[in-house]
């Protein structure tokens, strides 16, 4: 969480608006995502994330928009 949050930090320094991708495994993003949204961490294993789906987050003035853009996208493999 303090690495993206860094990361986010960098990227607003200029006042322009940048995207930040961060890879992760499945359950890697099951736990930072609780994190970031402040959801329940004991549970957060059991959250809907398949494996390669997208998800996109939003930040506003270095804050973390609650409201997810994307969340589990997994268009790109149904082609």
Do not use: M
Not at 35 to 59: G, K, M, Q, V
Request: proline share 1%; hydrophobic share 30%; charged share 35%.
């Amino acid at each position: 969480k303090s690495w993206i949050e860094r990361k986010v930090d960098e990227c607003n320094d200029d006042g322009q608006n940048h995207h930040l991708v961060v890879f992760t495994h499945g359950l890697a993003i099951k736990f930072l995502l609780a994190e970031l949204l402040d959801s329940e961490r004991s549970t957060a294993f059991r959250t809907p994330i398949d494996n390669t789906s997208i998800t996109e987050l939003c930040y506003r003035d270095k804050q973390l928009v609650k409201k997810k853009k994307k969340r589990n996208n997994s268009e790109h493999l149904h082609v």
